[in-house]
Nanobody
């Protein structure tokens, strides 16, 4: 079983930066890919970024490419999302997620609000 806890959200002005963290439980954090997703009010949850188990491969949604950076620290079992040049349209509840053994695991989410 995997438990995920996000933190680091908040209110920031457009153009600002935030770094989200996701602390994972379990002994096999380094064995699975991780991802970030977000959901804005009245919208579907959407993919933001993913990172391979070793951290060597990353992939981003076009909307965040060049502004967001996903990374991980397998020693501390922590996933990160560095968000720069934030825009009001980035406002959403951000979730970290993984799939282990065919089961999807989600955190409770952390709110990011970007004011114009």
């Amino acid at each position: 079983q995997v438990q995920l806890v996000e933190s680091g959200g908040g209110l920031v002005q457009a153009g600002g930066s935030l770094r989200l963290s996701c602390a994972a439980s379990g002994r096999t954090f380094s064995s699975y890919d991780m991802g970030w997703f977000r959901q804005a009010p009245d919208k579907e949850r959407e993919f933001v970024a993913t990172i391979s188990r070793s951290g060597g491969r990353t992939y981003y949604a076009d909307s965040v490419k060049g502004r967001f950076t996903i990374s991980r620290d397998n020693a501390t079992k922590t996933l990160y999302l560095q968000m720069n040049s934030l825009k009001p349209e980035d406002t959403a509840l951000y979730y970290c997620s993984t799939n282990v053994g065919g089961l999807n695991y989600w955190g409770q989410g952390t709110q990011v609000t970007v004011s114009s």
